[in-house]
T-cell receptor, first 112, second 116 residues
Framework: GDSVTQMEGPVTLSEEAFLTINCTYT??????LFWYVQYPGEGLQLLLK?????DKGSNKGFEATYRKETTSFHLEKGSVQVSDSAVYFC???????????FGTGTSLTVIP | DAGVTQSPTHLIKTRGQQVTLRCSPK?????VSWYQQALGQGPQFIFQ???????QRGNFPDRFSGHQFPNYSSELNVNALLLGDSALYLC???????????????FGPGTRLTVL
């Protein structure tokens, strides 16, 4: 079945450091891929998305490229801020576009 | 524009009891999905409701049931609660006829259920 595997955390970085969170997927067909962010005490917010191979999703300085050949969708940011501290989830939607499969989440803490 | 709202925020029950959680979708949305997020885990899909019927279901037992009302709001019911049902329950709404390759889901803040 469809699934997502993402890098285990927690991850602790200093402000302005480079961030990479790895995500790989298994899916039938051509899923859409997502990164969601969850701040403490809040629900999930869509951070960025890509709907086909080689698409690059970007938002708030974060980027991820849909790599079909490596079945990956790694999240990157060139310079993290304290406000980026949150839990990040990689996800895919199934062929119907209705059911989402999430990874286990990666907790990021950015220290000043 | 109100986003997805859920009630209650927190709930404490004992084993064997039944619970009902409620969700109001984002304005203009007609589809509601429910997810269970155990501590330290990603959300797991429970089921989705569209046109007042269960359209898709994840790998959850029949103790988990739901309902969608004509105004698109939804309830999640869990019977015979187990300790393992303790989790954050998330509701997400979307628009079925969005025309894209997927239906973007907007999440509520969740209901934290604790089973003692």
């Amino acid at each position: 079945g469809d699934s997502v595997t993402q890098m285990e955390g927690p991850v602790t970085l200093s402000e302005e450091a480079f961030l990479t969170i790895n995500c790989t997927y298994t899916a039938t067909g051509y899923p859409s891929l997502f990164w969601y962010v969850q701040y403490p005490g809040e629900g999930l917010q869509l951070l960025l998305k890509a709907t086909k191979a080689d698409d690059k999703g970007s938002n708030k300085g974060f980027e991820a490229t849909y790599r079909k050949e490596t079945t990956s969708f790694h999240l990157e940011k060139g310079s993290v801020q304290v406000s980026d501290s949150a839990v990040y989830f990689c996800a895919l939607s199934d062929r119907t576009g209705n059911q989402f499969y999430f990874g286990t989440g990666t907790s990021l803490t950015v220290i000043p | 524009d109100a986003g997805v709202t859920q009630s209650p925020t927190h709930l404490i029950k004992t084993r064997g009891q039944q619970v009902t959680l409620r969700c109001s979708p984002k304005s203009g949305h007609d589809t509601v999905s429910w997810y269970q997020q155990a501590l330290g885990q990603g959300p797991q899909f429970i089921f989705q409701y569209y046109e007042e019927e269960e359209r898709q279901r994840g790998n959850f037992p029949d103790r988990f049931s739901g309902h969608q009302f004509p105004n698109y709001s939804s309830e999640l019911n869990v019977n015979a609660l187990l300790l393992g049902d303790s989790a954050l329950y998330l509701c997400a709404s979307s628009l079925a006829a969005s025309g894209g390759p997927y239906n973007e889901q907007f999440f509520g803040p969740g209901t934290r259920l604790t089973v003692l």
